[in-house]
């Protein structure tokens, strides 16, 4: 799902240059923005052309980025016939490649190709990624027989292009600009974070759209929805290459975080071949200020300080992250029914783009003035805790949710025991007589679903009339976790007994699922009937044998009419109607009316499992409180890290930041592939419980925190409101900052 703080400002620094990352933050994603998204529209913003062409750029591969992305999860379950398990733990290592690779993005851009080439170089893989997604989604991947190898190496290819173009594009922006455009740079921001807010709003809105209403190759058209976006990155690259004539290049300034890492490495080398001498130092970083200068080392130690607060957040973004995998999992047993319209499972993950660009202008002009006044929570680190306890109770209310889905739902038979009914198709009333049910059925009528233990059991069966004669006695053998149908009915004027496989587990997709059984020789149909089951739109067609069963067949929910197709040209013959609705599994019979009535065809329907009848709507309040969450903790917590951290660290810190959302997906692949908890349910709780333990340990951290302040007295930094002032970034080339000791013995 969308994350603002990784796109908003999702670039590396350049001390001293006219890189966005040393931008005021909060301006940036202030709710005026949308004034200025007006004039950039219309042409009166006043930026430079080639503005326009990396707007645009950005809008398409975000719309490709999280078009795919919605999808990604049904795919796994319903195309690759992955487990639930399997799939989240595939979806979140995704989500973790495209945050670690970031990294690499960088260093390339900074060190050696520059922004220009490494974006347009590393985009190409990017799209070569879609469309590999796009062929694996062709026959015979949806034959049933699907492999892996196809889509991983289309994910690979996806996570190290997004990852490494993503701190590139808007870094890139922002060398469009002069330094003294100020003004112009924030107005740039907010066109730029609504590209990408309405970028990723539009496709987890469409996407969905073409996979499930547009159907290729006999099933949902997930070749469409993985292609549409393979386009869109097309056309970012060919919107960003129209525009290299009028693109402010910038040569490569150096890798600062390469530099970290070699200044930190040659510490720990050269302290531990001095490890048997006299001498001491004050920190182990000073060990490495002969070669690297005592500067970037005091830099180097506020930036370990900083990190440090980092290192419990990753369990808000293995939270987060969920709503693309377990929350759009537990739409698919939800009723997506809003009127006349359908709501997909994979739709449901456009809220939190469509709260975000309705709370942040909230936030910054209601409740973040109101919080201020009230004095709660006033310190950039408590907002971030409070945003982490929204996080939990999103996940306390996603639990509380799936119990209310699983109570109406039938659980899957246990180990030895099985679920088995018995059902009347023929014209008499009978009586039943066995182990697991004895007692009379209707004409089309049936038991309730029966467990039982495994086993074979004789089972007698006694016309209601007298027309019919008295059936042998029928051997059942129930299965161990299999569910069992016994359908009784006539054939030359005596009964007979059918034994077949029944379903309880409900589709992915959110369909419905039907078979049909024909029990019914007096009429001028065929001995192997076609059923038609029309509505004005969808026409499905399955094939039935005399006195047999069809296979399960997927239906959309809707209201149709069931048509059975006579040999020859006659008419077909209107047998009844059924509502299919989300998640119901039915059988349909037919069969005689009654024994009077032996040459009329009645439509018996047997639900044998009851629709999703929990409302897809009720996961709104869930997607409200994590995207609340959401704003009080990534856009806190990265104006915090930028106002803390030294000018020449701000790309490191921008690093971290990234890697704390990669290290969130991998919390989520070890919990999901442990499989430690069977109920969805618990596993929520569960979540939300360790959450609540991280919030305390963060808590304890942020108490014992000591806030760096500039060692210029005019630039004072208030950690209270906006963290990052414009007196703050005049000249991010010259800040000094106050080291760790000398901060803390004030």
Known sequence: MLQITPEVETHFATPGGSSLIDRPQEQAISGKGWGRVRKFVTGQSGFPKSVFFIVGTEFCERFSFYGMKAILVLYLTNILLLGDNTSTAIFHSFNMLCYFSPIFGAMIADGWLGKYKTIVYIAQIYMLGNAVMCLTALPPQTTGHPYMIGPAIGLLLIGVGTGGIKPCVSAFGGDQFKADQEKEIQRFFSVFYFSINSGSLLSTFVTPILRHDVQCFGNDCYTLAFGVPAVLMAVSIIIFILGRNFYQHNPPTGNIVGEVVKAMGFAVKNRFQNRSSPEKKQHWLDWAEEKYGAALIEDIKVLLHVLFIFLPLPFFWAL?????????????????????????????????????????????????????KCNVPKRPLQRMAGGMT???????????????????????????????????????????????????????????KIDFAVGDYDIKFEPGCSELGTAQPFSASLGSQLVESVIVYSSANQLQALQVKGHLEKSHEGLGKLSLGYFISDTNLPYNLTVSIEDSLRVYRTHVLLNNVSSSLDVEPGQYSVYGVPVGNASKVLLGDIDVKMGGIYRLLIQPANISQSDTIRLAIHTEVQPNSVSMLLQIPQYIVITCGEILFSVTGLEFSYSQAPASMKSCVQAAWLMTVAFGNLIVVIIAESQIIDSQAMEFFLFAGLMGFIILLFSIMAWCYVYVTPRSPDLQMHDTAGLVTNSDMEDPGTVGYQSFDDSAQK
């Open 320 to 372: 987060f992250d969920q709503q693309g995998s377990r929350w759009t999992l537990q739409a698919e047993h939800m009723d997506g029914r809003l009127g006349s319209y359908q709501i997909k499972p994979d739709q449901m993950q456009a809220m939190n783009p469509v709260f975000i660009l309705i709370f942040i202008p909230l936030f910054e002009g209601v409740i973040y003035p109101l919080l201020d």
């Open 390 to 448: 929204l996080a939990a109770i999103a996940f306390v209310f996603a639990g509380f949710l799936q119990l209310k889905i699983d109570s109406s739902e039938l659980s899957l038979p246990g180990p030895g025991q099985s679920v088995v009914s018995v059902i009347n198709a023929s014209p008499c009333p009978i009586n039943v007589e066995s182990k697991f049910y004895t007692g009379p059925i209707d004409v089309a009528g049936g038991t309730k």
